[in-house]
């Protein structure tokens, strides 16, 4: 299993400004992925970080709002441009690994975004 | 700390009971369906999973049972103790023809299990 950590764990943020959330993995992986859990929801995938080209984004997200960036396949940055309220939630980082032949999915503890 | 799950269905066991999670889930294509449990202040963290070619898959004091007729999975918990308490969610993933995974997954509602000792 892959060992993920984000930084910062939390961060209380002005609306307007800007928050970068950085994702370090401790082993290679080619697939990584940012996730948004809204408070009392489910998680939704934000985009894939692709490495060494432009993130892949889902619809409903652009990347003027939610730049990413994926300078190598141990690590990913996740910026949250001219916040809001509404951008108030969990940012989850995710890498792909495969285990035993099976392809399982690894979770960073998240990053607590509250924008008053 | 804070719950991310203050809008999810709830379940509430007693320790010891059997719990059992129900997902509806949308996407006949899927490949997989993941169980996952997230505890609060943390990453969903993987439980099991099953193909879409089964019907039933068991581990460690849970099992998985898919219900393709009615696009519908559940997650059983034998026994279940307080350090089970968490939000469970369901996902779906698809895989490539190659077999590698494609690796987006959509997640389901999420239900929260509340274990009383």
């Known amino acids: 299993s892959a060992v993920i950590s984000q930084k910062p764990s939390r961060d209380i943020c002005q609306r307007g400004t800007s928050l970068t959330i950085q994702c370090q993995v401790d082993?290679?992986?080619?697939?990584m992925f940012w996730y948004r859990q809204q408070p009392g929801q489910s998680l939704t995938l934000i985009a894939t970080?692709?490495?060494?080209?432009?993130?892949?984004?889902e619809s409903g997200f652009v990347i003027d709002k939610f730049p990413i960036s994926r300078p190598n396949l141990t690590f990913s940055t996740l910026t949250v441009s001219n916040m809001s309220p509404e951008d108030s939630s969990i940012y989850l980082c995710?890498?792909?690994?495969?285990?035993?032949?099976?392809?399982?999915?690894?979770f960073g503890p998240g990053t607590r975004l509250t924008v008053t | 700390g804070e719950s991310v799950g203050l809008h999810l269905p709830t379940l509430s066991v007693q320790e010891g009971d059997n719990s059992i999670i129900n997902c509806a889930y949308s996407?006949?294509?899927?490949?997989?369906f993941i169980w996952y449990k997230q505890e609060s202040g943390k990453g969903p963290q993987f439980i099991i999973d099953?193909?879409?070619?089964?019907d039933k898959r068991q581990g460690q004091r849970v099992t998985v049972l898919l219900n393709k007729t009615v696009k519908h999975l559940s997650l059983q918990i034998a026994a279940t103790q307080p350090g089970d308490s968490a939000v469970y969610f369901c996902?779906?993933?698809?895989?490539?023809?190659?077999?590698?995974?494609?690796?987006?997954?959509?997640f389901g509602q999420g239900t929260i299990l509340t274990v009383h000792p």
């Open positions: 099953i193909r879409s070619n089964m």
């Open positions: 970080a692709n490495q060494g080209s432009e993130a892949t984004y």
């Open positions: 996407n006949s294509a899927s490949d997989y």
């Open positions: 995710s890498v792909e690994g495969r285990t035993g032949g099976r392809y399982e999915q690894y």
């Open positions: 082993s290679q992986v080619t697939m």
């Open positions: 996902a779906e993933k698809r895989v490539n023809a190659g077999g590698t995974s494609y690796g987006k997954l959509t």
